[in-house]
């Protein structure tokens, strides 16, 4: 009985190379098909979440957003990937190894005129053209002006009309406080 690994082969046809080889007669070279093959499998995306189970990191300036996550092939093969957000496309992922990471730019989408969230597609495609891809949504903190962390937001004219000074308990405490400090110093003489 003969083992056949097929670790480290392509997806595809799989032939059988041989020689035979014996004393006092030329090596003959064979080559065998038993109709064997190596199917393709699709490559494999997987995407981070912070701690607040989100996907996306925003940048402070609100344009744009950075995703992470892992890609492999099971086969082996090398990967290509392209994203798509807004009707546009990018592929200027940043790879090591397995790992991934690309900022995303909501600009065309603003130029658009599409409102979060936004829908963001994933696809990668192996060296054999098997594809698999990812869809997301992405929310937008900044959308509509609005305020994701659950407090309430305040309008310009609302912090025009406040006052440069602090809240009146301050003054109190702080002249409860010099008050005590005195009281304490006259009772040491």
């Known amino acids: 009985m003969m083992e056949l690994s097929m670790s480290g082969l392509s997806p595809g046809s799989v ?9 006092g007669m030329l090596d003959y070279n064979f080559m065998l098909d038993l109709g064997i093959e190596k199917l393709n499998k699709p490559p494999s995306i997987t995407i981070d979440t912070n701690l607040m189970g989100e996907e996306a990191e925003w940048e402070l ?7 992470n996550g892992n890609v492999i092939d099971p086969d082996g093969q090398d990967v290509s990937m392209m994203l798509s957000i807004c009707n546009g496309q990018t592929s200027n992922f940043d790879r090591d190894n397995l790992a991934w990471e690309i900022q995303v730019s909501i600009a065309n989408c603003i130029q658009s005129n599409v409102e979060s969230p936004y829908s ?3 696809v990668a495609t ?18 509509g002006g609005s305020d994701t962390t659950g407090g309430s937001s305040t309008s310009d004219t609302e912090e025009d009309s406040g006052s440069i000074l602090p809240a009146p308990g301050v003054f109190a405490t702080l002249i409860a406080g010099l008050v005590a ?9």
């Open 120 to 122: 963001v597609v994933i």
């Open 61 to 67: 300036d609100g344009l744009k957003f950075t995703l």
């Open 15 to 23: 032939m059988i190379a041989g020689t035979a080889s014996a004393n």
């Open 126 to 143: 192996d060296a054999s053209g098997a594809t698999t891809s990812i869809t997301i949504e992405v929310d937008d903190p900044n959308a």
């Open 181 to 189: 400090a005195g009281w304490v110093s006259s009772r040491r003489n």
